[in-house]
C-alpha cells in the first residue's frame, strides 16, 4: 500500500497564478517534502490521479514531467512513477528556520509534572541490571505460540467490535480461581477487571477514591507512578516511612490518622524490597476500619518469594471490603503482554469498571484469548513455578558477585520476594553519581535516594535479576565494577 492512496488530495485552486498544472505540481511537491509521501513510495497513476483531482490527465502528467526533470519523482516503465529514493540533493530541502516565538505558550503544571516523574521509569533495552524484564523459557514460549495459534483460528464476532470493558468473563473466572488459590484473594469474577498492568488499576484507584484535599497516606520511600497518580488527583499527600517490617502504621497514625486511602507495596516494598509483617498487616486493616479508610494494595511482584510461602494477602485478611487488590500479568509472564487486574470492593466495581471503560474503553479481545488458553492448559501455573526457581538462582548469583568484587563499596540487601535487590552504598557515597557513571557504561542501574520525600534518603542502587540469566551476572558486575571504581 502507498500513503498516497489515502492523502488528502484536493482540487487545485482557480485564482491568479494557480494554474491547474501548478497546481498539481505544488500539491504533489508539498506532500513530498512534508514527508507524507516518503522517498521510493508509489504514486498515484496520472490517469487515477486526475479523477481524483477532477483535472485533466495532461495536466497531471505536466506536472510529473516537471517534478521528475527537478529530481523529485522518477518513472518506471509498466511500473508507474515514484517518489526518488535519494532526495538528500534537493537544496531546497531544507526546512526554514522558525522564528523564536515572541509569546512561547506557558507549560502547564501537569505537562511538568508529567516530565518530571519520567526521571524513573523503567528504560527500555537489555542493559544489565536494569529493571521490569522477565525471560520467557522455550517452554512457555512454544506453549504461548499454541495459544496464539488456536485463539486466530477460533475468532468470533467478539473479536472485531466493543466488548465488555472489564475484560473477558471467561478470563476474569480464571483470574479470579488463580488468585483464590495463589493469595488468597477473596472475590467473584465480577470483581475482577482486566487492565493493562498494575499502574493502570493504581490510576483507575485513584480516579475513583480521591477527591482534591483528601488526606491519603504513600510509602517513603516510594513507587514515581503511584506518587504521580495522587498528586495528579490534588490529594494530600503523607508520606509514611518505611523500614525493615514495611509500612510504619504507626508513624502514619500519627501523621495522618483521618487519612481515607493508603496505598501500599506489601508483599515487596517498591523499592525497598521489604515485606510488610504480619502484626503490621493487622494494624493497617485495624486502622483502615476505624477511620473509614479505603487500601490499595499493589502486589506487583506477589508469584516471586523465594523464602517460603507469601504472607496472607490484605486484601484476603480483609475479606475484600476494603481492599482494593491490584496485580499485573506483565511481570509473571513478560511486558509486552500488557495485561494486569485489579480486584475491586463489590461497592467500588461498578464505578472502576465505568473509569475504565472512559480511560482505555476496553482490553484486547484478542491477547485476552491467549491468555485464557495458556492459563486454562496448565501452563501458566508451570511456569510460574519454574520462573520461580530460575529467577531465584539469579538472583544469589547476582547477589554472589556483587558481595566478591564489591564488597568493599556495597552492602547488598538480598531480597525474599520481586525481581530486584539493592545494593547499598557505603561511606555516604552518592547514588545519583553513581547511577550516571554506570548509565555511561552501559549498565542500568537505578539510584534510590530521589524515590524518598520527607524521610531521611538511603544511598543505593536498584539492580534487576529477573531480566538476566545466571552466566550473564559475573560480567556484569564487573562492567559495574569497572564503572564505579573509575576515577
Known sequence: ???????????????????????????????????????????????????????????????????????????????????????????????????????????????????????????????????????????????????????????????????????????????????????????????????????HAVDIAARVLLTPGLPVWIEDPHYPSTLHAVTQAKAQIHSIPVDRLGLSVAAGVAAAPDARVAFVTPSHQYPLGVTLSMARRLDLLAWARSAGAWIVEDDYASEFRYGGPPLASLQGLDGGERVIYVGTLNKALFPGLRLGYLVAPKALAGAMATARQIMDRQPSTLTQAILLDFMAGGQFAAHIRRRRLAYRAQRDALAAALETRLGDLVEVDVPDQGMHLIAYLKDGADDLAAEAKVLAAGITARAISRLYRTAPPRSGLMLGFSGFPVSAMKPGVAALERALRAP
Do not use: K
Not at 536494569?130 to 475468532?155: E, F, K, M, V
Open 1 to 199: 500500500m502507498s500513503w498516497a492512496d489515502i492523502y488528502p488530495w484536493e482540487r487545485p485552486g482557480s485564482g491568479p497564478g494557480q494554474g491547474v498544472v501548478r497546481g498539481v505540481y505544488a500539491q504533489v511537491r508539498a506532500a513530498i517534502l512534508g514527508g507524507a509521501l516518503p522517498p521510493a513510495s508509489r504514486l498515484p497513476s496520472t490517469r487515477d490521479l486526475a479523477a481524483r483531482l477532477g483535472v485533466a490527465r495532461a495536466s497531471v502528467v505536466e506536472a510529473y514531467e516537471q517534478l521528475a526533470a527537478e529530481g523529485y519523482l522518477l518513472s518506471r516503465r509498466g511500473a508507474g512513477a515514484f517518489v526518488s529514493a535519494d532526495l538528500s540533493g534537493l537544496a531546497d530541502l531544507a526546512p526554514s528556520p522558525v522564528p523564536p516565538a515572541l509569546d512561547r505558550p506557558e507549560i502547564p503544571p501537569p505537562a511538568r509534572a508529567f516530565a518530571a516523574t519520567a526521571g524513573f521509569t523503567t528504560l527500555p533495552g537489555e542493559r544489565p541490571f536494569n529493571t521490569g524484564r522477565t525471560l520467557l523459557d522455550p517452554r512457555a514460549a512454544a506453549a504461548w505460540g499454541r495459544s496464539t495459534r488456536r485463539a486466530l483460528r477460533h475468532l468470533g464476532p467478539e473479536h472485531f467490535g466493543y466488548s465488555d470493558p472489564q475484560g473477558d468473563v471467561a478470563l476474569r473466572a480464571a483470574i479470579a480461581d488463580y488468585l483464590r488459590a495463589a493469595r488468597g484473594v477473596v472475590c467473584e469474577p465480577g470483581q475482577v477487571i482486566v487492565t493493562t498492568g498494575a499502574q
